[in-house]
Protein backbone atom coordinates (compact mmCIF):
# COMPACT_ATOMS: atom_id res chain seq x y z
CA UNK A 1 0.00 0.00 0.00
CA UNK A 2 1.33 3.28 -1.28
CA UNK A 3 2.10 6.10 1.50
CA UNK A 4 3.00 10.11 1.00
CA UNK A 5 6.66 8.96 1.37
CA UNK A 6 6.65 6.83 -1.81
CA UNK A 7 6.46 10.16 -3.46
CA UNK A 8 8.62 13.14 -4.53
CA UNK A 9 8.54 16.71 -5.51
CA UNK A 10 10.44 18.35 -8.02
CA UNK A 11 11.27 21.67 -7.87
CA UNK A 12 13.80 22.95 -9.91
CA UNK A 13 16.69 20.84 -8.67
CA UNK A 14 15.56 20.56 -5.42
CA UNK A 15 13.43 16.99 -4.15
CA UNK A 16 11.14 17.62 -1.69
CA UNK A 17 8.82 15.82 0.50
CA UNK A 18 5.67 16.25 -1.24
CA UNK A 19 4.14 18.21 1.52
CA UNK A 20 3.70 21.74 1.52
CA UNK A 21 2.31 23.57 4.36
CA UNK A 22 0.61 26.83 3.02
CA UNK A 23 0.62 30.41 4.16
CA UNK A 24 -1.40 31.17 6.71
CA UNK A 25 -1.39 34.83 7.56
CA UNK A 26 -1.31 36.57 9.96
CA UNK A 27 1.53 34.96 11.42
CA UNK A 28 -0.22 32.09 11.82
CA UNK A 29 2.24 29.91 9.63
CA UNK A 30 5.42 30.97 12.07
CA UNK A 31 9.04 31.30 10.72
CA UNK A 32 9.07 28.69 13.53
CA UNK A 33 6.71 26.35 11.20
CA UNK A 34 8.31 26.68 7.87
CA UNK A 35 12.11 26.60 9.49
CA UNK A 36 10.68 23.16 10.82
CA UNK A 37 9.16 22.13 7.88
CA UNK A 38 12.32 22.74 5.46
CA UNK A 39 14.43 20.58 8.20
CA UNK A 40 11.71 17.50 7.72
CA UNK A 41 12.56 18.26 3.82
CA UNK A 42 9.30 19.44 3.24
CA UNK A 43 7.86 23.42 1.73
CA UNK A 44 7.52 25.47 4.72
CA UNK A 45 5.67 28.96 3.63
CA UNK A 46 5.78 32.44 6.04
CA UNK A 47 3.28 34.74 4.85
CA UNK A 48 3.68 38.66 4.00
CA UNK A 49 0.52 39.52 5.72
CA UNK A 50 0.60 42.74 7.80
CA UNK A 51 4.54 42.08 7.50
CA UNK A 52 5.12 45.38 9.66
CA UNK A 53 3.17 44.69 12.56
CA UNK A 54 4.41 40.96 12.67
CA UNK A 55 8.14 43.00 12.86
CA UNK A 56 7.16 45.01 15.45
CA UNK A 57 6.01 41.85 17.22
CA UNK A 58 8.95 39.98 16.55
CA UNK A 59 11.85 42.13 16.14
CA UNK A 60 10.98 44.77 17.98
CA UNK A 61 10.88 47.29 15.33
CA UNK A 62 8.33 50.09 15.27
CA UNK A 63 6.32 50.47 12.41
CA UNK A 64 3.21 50.52 13.55
CA UNK A 65 3.98 53.22 16.09
CA UNK A 66 5.69 55.44 13.88
CA UNK A 67 2.78 54.63 10.83
CA UNK A 68 -0.01 55.49 13.03
CA UNK A 69 1.92 59.03 14.96
CA UNK A 70 2.55 60.13 11.08
CA UNK A 71 -1.35 59.71 9.91
CA UNK A 72 -3.23 60.63 14.18
CA UNK A 73 -4.51 63.22 12.58
CA UNK A 74 -6.72 61.31 10.27
CA UNK A 75 -7.65 59.14 12.65
CA UNK A 76 -11.77 60.59 12.96
CA UNK A 77 -11.37 61.03 9.16
CA UNK A 78 -14.01 59.17 7.12
CA UNK A 79 -11.56 59.26 4.16
CA UNK A 80 -8.79 57.21 4.08
CA UNK A 81 -7.07 58.01 1.38
CA UNK A 82 -4.21 59.68 2.91
CA UNK A 83 -2.89 56.91 4.67
CA UNK A 84 -0.34 55.50 2.44
CA UNK A 85 2.65 52.98 3.10
CA UNK A 86 6.67 53.72 3.31
CA UNK A 87 7.65 51.64 0.70
CA UNK A 88 11.21 51.43 1.98
CA UNK A 89 9.59 50.70 5.57
CA UNK A 90 7.97 47.76 3.70
CA UNK A 91 11.43 46.32 2.36
CA UNK A 92 12.27 46.94 5.65
CA UNK A 93 10.03 45.02 7.61
CA UNK A 94 9.86 42.00 5.02
CA UNK A 95 13.94 41.57 4.92
CA UNK A 96 13.58 41.03 8.35
CA UNK A 97 11.11 38.41 8.23
CA UNK A 98 12.73 36.95 5.22
CA UNK A 99 16.22 36.98 6.29
CA UNK A 100 15.31 35.98 9.83
CA UNK A 101 13.41 32.84 8.78
CA UNK A 102 16.11 32.01 6.47
CA UNK A 103 19.26 32.67 8.32
CA UNK A 104 17.95 29.41 10.55
CA UNK A 105 16.99 27.07 7.90
CA UNK A 106 18.52 23.41 7.73
CA UNK A 107 18.04 20.63 6.07
CA UNK A 108 16.80 19.59 2.42
CA UNK A 109 12.87 21.27 2.11
CA UNK A 110 12.18 24.89 1.30
CA UNK A 111 11.11 28.05 2.73
CA UNK A 112 8.37 30.47 0.33
CA UNK A 113 5.98 33.06 1.34
CA UNK A 114 2.76 33.50 1.09
CA UNK A 115 1.64 36.84 -0.83
CA UNK A 116 -2.25 38.08 -1.33
CA UNK A 117 -3.15 39.99 -3.61
CA UNK A 118 -6.06 41.24 -1.56
CA UNK A 119 -3.94 43.34 0.86
CA UNK A 120 -4.25 46.29 -2.04
CA UNK A 121 -2.74 48.55 0.62
CA UNK A 122 -3.81 51.80 -0.82
CA UNK A 123 -1.29 51.65 -3.62
CA UNK A 124 -1.95 47.90 -5.11
CA UNK A 125 0.95 47.63 -7.58
CA UNK A 126 3.62 49.58 -5.71
CA UNK A 127 3.26 47.30 -2.33
CA UNK A 128 3.12 44.46 -4.04
CA UNK A 129 6.13 45.03 -6.41
CA UNK A 130 7.84 45.83 -3.59
CA UNK A 131 6.96 42.68 -1.48
CA UNK A 132 8.18 40.32 -3.78
CA UNK A 133 10.75 41.87 -4.90
CA UNK A 134 12.23 42.43 -0.79
CA UNK A 135 11.25 38.70 -0.49
CA UNK A 136 13.42 37.77 -3.29
CA UNK A 137 16.33 40.08 -2.04
CA UNK A 138 16.32 38.59 1.41
CA UNK A 139 17.10 35.39 -0.19
CA UNK A 140 13.11 33.80 0.18
CA UNK A 141 13.22 30.30 -2.08
CA UNK A 142 9.47 30.51 -3.83
CA UNK A 143 6.27 33.15 -3.80
CA UNK A 144 2.84 31.63 -3.94
CA UNK A 145 0.56 34.19 -5.13
CA UNK A 146 -2.32 34.36 -3.09
CA UNK A 147 -5.77 35.56 -3.06
CA UNK A 148 -6.15 37.20 -6.16
CA UNK A 149 -6.31 36.09 -10.01
CA UNK A 150 -2.68 38.26 -10.07
CA UNK A 151 -2.50 39.06 -13.61
CA UNK A 152 -0.16 41.32 -13.50
CA UNK A 153 2.36 40.11 -10.98
CA UNK A 154 5.00 38.17 -13.02
CA UNK A 155 4.59 41.46 -15.30
CA UNK A 156 5.66 43.51 -11.96
CA UNK A 157 8.98 41.44 -10.96
CA UNK A 158 10.37 40.89 -14.39
CA UNK A 159 13.06 42.54 -14.02
CA UNK A 160 14.16 41.35 -10.69
CA UNK A 161 17.44 39.40 -11.05
CA UNK A 162 15.83 36.86 -9.78
CA UNK A 163 12.88 36.17 -11.99
CA UNK A 164 13.85 32.76 -13.38
CA UNK A 165 15.52 31.58 -10.38
CA UNK A 166 12.58 32.23 -7.63
CA UNK A 167 10.34 29.28 -7.17
CA UNK A 168 6.95 30.96 -8.62
CA UNK A 169 3.34 29.16 -7.70
CA UNK A 170 -0.01 30.78 -7.86
CA UNK A 171 -3.07 29.75 -5.77
CA UNK A 172 -6.31 28.97 -8.13
CA UNK A 173 -9.55 26.93 -7.28
CA UNK A 174 -11.11 26.55 -11.16
CA UNK A 175 -9.26 26.15 -14.66
CA UNK A 176 -10.52 29.39 -15.89
CA UNK A 177 -8.46 31.32 -13.42
CA UNK A 178 -5.58 29.63 -14.39
CA UNK A 179 -6.03 30.01 -17.66
CA UNK A 180 -6.57 33.78 -17.15
CA UNK A 181 -3.28 33.47 -15.24
CA UNK A 182 -1.40 31.87 -18.05
CA UNK A 183 -2.60 33.82 -20.48
CA UNK A 184 -1.34 37.62 -18.79
CA UNK A 185 1.70 36.22 -17.67
CA UNK A 186 2.95 34.40 -20.29
CA UNK A 187 3.71 38.02 -21.88
CA UNK A 188 6.59 37.43 -18.98
CA UNK A 189 8.13 34.60 -21.40
CA UNK A 190 7.74 32.58 -17.85
CA UNK A 191 5.52 29.81 -16.77
CA UNK A 192 4.46 28.90 -13.06
CA UNK A 193 6.74 26.62 -11.24
CA UNK A 194 3.86 25.15 -9.54
CA UNK A 195 -0.28 25.34 -9.20
CA UNK A 196 -2.32 25.03 -6.14
CA UNK A 197 -5.25 23.71 -6.80
CA UNK A 198 -7.02 25.59 -3.23
CA UNK A 199 -10.74 23.73 -3.11
CA UNK A 200 -13.81 25.14 -0.63
CA UNK A 201 -12.44 23.19 2.13
CA UNK A 202 -9.79 25.51 2.54
CA UNK A 203 -8.85 27.87 5.19
CA UNK A 204 -8.68 31.50 4.97
CA UNK A 205 -10.48 33.14 2.03
CA UNK A 206 -12.27 31.59 -0.40
CA UNK A 207 -11.89 31.51 -4.99
CA UNK A 208 -15.68 30.43 -4.78
CA UNK A 209 -18.75 32.14 -3.76
CA UNK A 210 -21.00 31.24 -1.08
CA UNK A 211 -22.13 28.14 -3.15
CA UNK A 212 -18.59 26.74 -2.34
CA UNK A 213 -20.65 23.78 -1.01
CA UNK A 214 -21.59 22.14 -4.96
CA UNK A 215 -17.71 22.20 -5.91
CA UNK A 216 -15.20 19.74 -4.51
CA UNK A 217 -11.37 19.53 -4.83
CA UNK A 218 -10.99 16.29 -6.58
CA UNK A 219 -13.20 17.39 -9.91
CA UNK A 220 -11.64 20.66 -10.13
CA UNK A 221 -7.90 19.06 -9.05
CA UNK A 222 -8.80 16.58 -12.40
CA UNK A 223 -10.15 19.25 -14.81
CA UNK A 224 -6.84 21.54 -14.19
CA UNK A 225 -4.97 18.41 -14.85
CA UNK A 226 -6.67 17.80 -18.32
CA UNK A 227 -6.20 21.44 -18.90
CA UNK A 228 -2.51 20.91 -18.89
CA UNK A 229 -1.99 18.43 -20.39
CA UNK A 230 -4.36 19.25 -23.36
CA UNK A 231 -2.65 22.58 -23.91
CA UNK A 232 1.19 20.21 -23.43
CA UNK A 233 1.61 22.23 -20.07
CA UNK A 234 4.09 20.27 -17.47
CA UNK A 235 3.60 22.05 -14.63
CA UNK A 236 2.91 20.48 -10.75
CA UNK A 237 -0.45 20.28 -9.34
CA UNK A 238 -0.90 20.30 -5.46
CA UNK A 239 -4.11 20.24 -4.36
CA UNK A 240 -5.37 21.90 -1.09
CA UNK A 241 -8.30 21.96 1.22
CA UNK A 242 -9.62 19.22 3.28
CA UNK A 243 -6.63 16.69 2.28
CA UNK A 244 -6.80 15.51 6.28
CA UNK A 245 -4.82 11.96 6.50
CA UNK A 246 -1.79 10.71 4.52
CA UNK A 247 -4.09 8.51 3.25
CA UNK A 248 -5.99 11.52 1.75
CA UNK A 249 -2.78 12.90 0.79
CA UNK A 250 -1.73 9.92 -0.97
CA UNK A 251 -4.90 9.15 -3.16
CA UNK A 252 -4.21 12.97 -4.66
CA UNK A 253 -0.38 11.56 -5.40
CA UNK A 254 -1.53 8.52 -6.81
CA UNK A 255 -3.69 10.63 -9.26
CA UNK A 256 -0.83 12.31 -10.95
CA UNK A 257 -1.02 15.52 -8.39
CA UNK A 258 2.73 16.76 -7.89
CA UNK A 259 2.54 17.41 -3.94
CA UNK A 260 -0.26 18.58 -1.39
CA UNK A 261 -0.57 21.25 0.51
CA UNK A 262 -2.20 21.11 3.89
CA UNK A 263 -2.69 23.85 6.66
CA UNK A 264 -5.70 23.15 9.47
CA UNK A 265 -3.50 20.22 10.86
CA UNK A 266 -0.53 22.09 11.67
CA UNK A 267 -2.66 25.01 13.07
CA UNK A 268 -2.31 23.12 16.39
CA UNK A 269 1.09 22.51 16.15
CA UNK A 270 3.55 24.31 18.99
CA UNK A 271 5.60 26.03 16.04
CA UNK A 272 2.05 27.69 14.97
CA UNK A 273 1.92 31.13 15.67
CA UNK A 274 -1.99 31.39 17.21
CA UNK A 275 -1.69 31.79 20.78
CA UNK A 276 -2.24 28.60 23.04
CA UNK A 277 -5.65 29.46 23.87
CA UNK A 278 -6.73 29.75 20.30
CA UNK A 279 -5.28 26.50 19.29
CA UNK A 280 -7.39 25.26 22.25
CA UNK A 281 -10.76 26.86 20.97
CA UNK A 282 -9.66 25.40 17.36
CA UNK A 283 -9.37 21.46 18.98
CA UNK A 284 -12.56 22.16 20.58
CA UNK A 285 -14.50 23.07 17.53
CA UNK A 286 -17.74 20.96 16.70
CA UNK A 287 -19.19 21.18 13.09
CA UNK A 288 -21.66 23.37 13.40
CA UNK A 289 -19.56 26.27 15.21
CA UNK A 290 -17.55 26.55 11.20
CA UNK A 291 -19.18 28.55 8.91
CA UNK A 292 -18.37 30.71 5.92
CA UNK A 293 -19.52 34.07 5.90
CA UNK A 294 -19.34 37.41 3.94
CA UNK A 295 -17.14 40.15 6.36
CA UNK A 296 -14.04 39.80 5.03
CA UNK A 297 -13.95 43.09 3.51
CA UNK A 298 -11.96 41.54 0.87
CA UNK A 299 -15.07 40.16 -0.99
CA UNK A 300 -14.95 37.02 -0.50
CA UNK A 301 -15.93 34.39 1.87
CA UNK A 302 -14.22 33.47 4.64
CA UNK A 303 -14.17 30.41 6.99
CA UNK A 304 -13.89 30.87 10.81
CA UNK A 305 -15.25 29.77 13.93
CA UNK A 306 -18.69 31.37 15.06
CA UNK A 307 -17.69 32.53 18.24
CA UNK A 308 -14.48 34.18 16.79
CA UNK A 309 -14.37 37.62 19.51
CA UNK A 310 -14.19 39.51 16.13
CA UNK A 311 -17.33 39.04 14.79
CA UNK A 312 -19.63 41.81 15.32
CA UNK A 313 -17.45 43.99 16.84
CA UNK A 314 -17.56 48.02 16.16
CA UNK A 315 -14.10 49.08 16.42
CA UNK A 316 -13.25 52.10 15.17
CA UNK A 317 -11.29 51.75 11.81
CA UNK A 318 -7.34 51.37 12.40
CA UNK A 319 -6.47 52.25 8.76
CA UNK A 320 -3.76 55.01 10.75
CA UNK A 321 -2.09 52.08 12.22
CA UNK A 322 -2.50 49.34 9.62
CA UNK A 323 -4.76 50.42 6.43
CA UNK A 324 -3.29 46.51 4.81
CA UNK A 325 -7.20 46.12 2.60
CA UNK A 326 -7.58 49.77 1.43
CA UNK A 327 -8.19 49.31 -2.30
CA UNK A 328 -6.38 51.85 -4.98
CA UNK A 329 -8.56 54.82 -3.91
CA UNK A 330 -8.51 54.37 -0.06
CA UNK A 331 -11.48 52.76 0.65
CA UNK A 332 -12.22 49.81 2.57
CA UNK A 333 -15.72 47.93 2.78
CA UNK A 334 -15.41 47.76 6.89
CA UNK A 335 -15.24 51.62 6.98
CA UNK A 336 -18.26 51.63 4.66
CA UNK A 337 -19.99 50.07 7.48
CA UNK A 338 -18.51 51.17 10.63
CA UNK A 339 -19.71 54.70 9.32
CA UNK A 340 -22.80 53.68 8.26
CA UNK A 341 -23.83 52.16 11.69
CA UNK A 342 -22.22 55.62 13.46
CA UNK A 343 -24.19 57.68 11.70
CA UNK A 344 -27.61 55.25 12.24
CA UNK A 345 -26.68 55.45 15.89
CA UNK A 346 -25.56 58.90 16.92
CA UNK A 347 -23.52 59.27 20.63
CA UNK A 348 -23.92 55.97 20.89
CA UNK A 349 -20.82 54.56 23.21
CA UNK A 350 -20.64 50.96 21.49
CA UNK A 351 -21.60 49.92 17.79
CA UNK A 352 -22.11 46.79 16.76
CA UNK A 353 -21.30 46.07 12.96
CA UNK A 354 -22.14 42.96 11.40
CA UNK A 355 -21.78 42.89 7.98
CA UNK A 356 -17.95 42.99 7.90
CA UNK A 357 -14.99 43.09 10.15
CA UNK A 358 -12.13 45.34 11.01
CA UNK A 359 -9.86 42.17 9.47
CA UNK A 360 -6.66 44.14 10.04
CA UNK A 361 -7.53 44.56 13.85
CA UNK A 362 -8.42 41.24 14.32
CA UNK A 363 -6.42 38.58 12.47
CA UNK A 364 -3.39 41.03 14.16
CA UNK A 365 -5.27 40.16 17.65
CA UNK A 366 -6.06 36.69 16.52
CA UNK A 367 -9.44 37.39 17.30
CA UNK A 368 -10.91 36.12 14.07
CA UNK A 369 -10.34 32.24 14.23
CA UNK A 370 -10.13 31.52 10.42
CA UNK A 371 -9.81 27.72 9.63
CA UNK A 372 -10.31 24.94 7.65
CA UNK A 373 -13.43 22.55 7.61
CA UNK A 374 -12.03 19.75 8.90
CA UNK A 375 -10.93 21.50 12.08
CA UNK A 376 -13.73 19.91 13.98
CA UNK A 377 -11.66 16.55 13.72
CA UNK A 378 -8.72 18.02 15.17
CA UNK A 379 -9.52 16.56 18.23
CA UNK A 380 -9.59 13.35 16.89
CA UNK A 381 -5.50 13.71 16.48
CA UNK A 382 -4.36 14.27 20.18
CA UNK A 383 -4.81 13.64 23.23
CA UNK A 384 -7.57 15.04 25.75
CA UNK A 385 -5.77 15.80 29.29
CA UNK A 386 -8.21 15.45 32.52
CA UNK A 387 -8.20 19.07 32.92
CA UNK A 388 -10.29 19.29 29.60
CA UNK A 389 -7.31 20.75 27.34
CA UNK A 390 -5.53 19.16 24.65
CA UNK A 391 -2.41 17.68 23.97
CA UNK A 392 -0.78 20.91 21.26
CA UNK A 393 1.40 18.53 18.94
CA UNK A 394 5.09 19.11 17.29
CA UNK A 395 5.12 19.97 13.63
CA UNK A 396 7.24 17.16 12.95
CA UNK A 397 4.59 14.76 15.01
CA UNK A 398 2.21 15.68 12.70
CA UNK A 399 4.03 16.15 9.05
CA UNK A 400 5.61 12.68 10.14
CA UNK A 401 2.37 10.96 10.18
CA UNK A 402 1.25 12.70 6.90
CA UNK A 403 4.33 11.41 5.32
CA UNK A 404 4.20 7.71 6.18
CA UNK A 405 0.80 6.94 7.65
CA UNK A 406 -1.95 4.23 5.56
CA UNK A 407 -5.24 3.24 6.37
CA UNK A 408 -6.59 6.75 7.47
CA UNK A 409 -4.84 6.31 10.11
CA UNK A 410 -3.88 9.33 12.40
CA UNK A 411 -1.03 8.69 14.84
CA UNK A 412 -1.85 9.86 18.73
CA UNK A 413 0.81 11.78 20.51
CA UNK A 414 3.36 9.65 23.17
C1 LIG B 1 -5.72 29.51 9.85
C2 LIG B 1 -5.57 29.56 8.37
C3 LIG B 1 -5.13 30.72 7.76
C4 LIG B 1 -4.94 30.76 6.37
N1 LIG B 1 -4.45 31.89 5.80
C5 LIG B 1 -4.14 31.90 4.48
C6 LIG B 1 -3.47 33.01 3.92
O1 LIG B 1 -3.13 33.99 4.59
N2 LIG B 1 -3.19 32.97 2.58
C7 LIG B 1 -3.53 31.88 1.80
O2 LIG B 1 -3.25 31.88 0.61
N3 LIG B 1 -4.15 30.82 2.33
C8 LIG B 1 -4.43 30.80 3.65
N4 LIG B 1 -4.99 29.68 4.20
C9 LIG B 1 -5.22 28.48 3.33
C10 LIG B 1 -4.08 27.48 3.46
O3 LIG B 1 -2.85 28.01 3.05
C11 LIG B 1 -4.31 26.15 2.74
O4 LIG B 1 -4.27 26.27 1.35
C12 LIG B 1 -5.61 25.43 3.08
O5 LIG B 1 -6.12 25.80 4.32
C13 LIG B 1 -5.37 23.92 3.03
O6 LIG B 1 -6.47 23.21 3.47
P1 LIG B 1 -6.55 22.54 4.93
O7 LIG B 1 -6.47 23.68 5.90
O8 LIG B 1 -7.85 21.83 4.93
O9 LIG B 1 -5.37 21.61 5.08
C14 LIG B 1 -5.21 29.61 5.59
C15 LIG B 1 -5.66 28.44 6.22
C16 LIG B 1 -5.83 28.41 7.58
C17 LIG B 1 -6.29 27.12 8.22
Redesign the pocket.
Known sequence: MKRVDDFRLRLGKHELVPIMI????VD??SADLAVEVARLGGVG?I?D?MIKTVSDRRYKTKFVKDKLALYKYNVENEDKSDVKFDLGKLVEATRLHVEEAMSRKTGSGMIFI?C?EKLTMNAPKETLKVRMEAAMDAGIEGI?L??GLHLGSFALIEEHPRFRDVQLGI?VSSVRALQLFLKKSLRTGRLPDYI?V?GP?????LGFGMDWAQYDLATIVAEVMLFLKNEHLDIPVIP?????TGSDATAFLEAGAAAV?????F?VSEECGLPEKVKQEYFKASEDDIEVNQISPTGYPMRMIKSSPGIGDGIRPNCEAYGYLLDANGKCAYVTSYNREVALHPGARKIAVMDKTCLCTHMRNFDIW?????TYRLKDTTRKAADGSYQLLTAEHIFKDYQFSTEQKIALPE
Open positions: GGMGISHSANMTAAIVELAGGHAGGIFQVATRTTCGQL
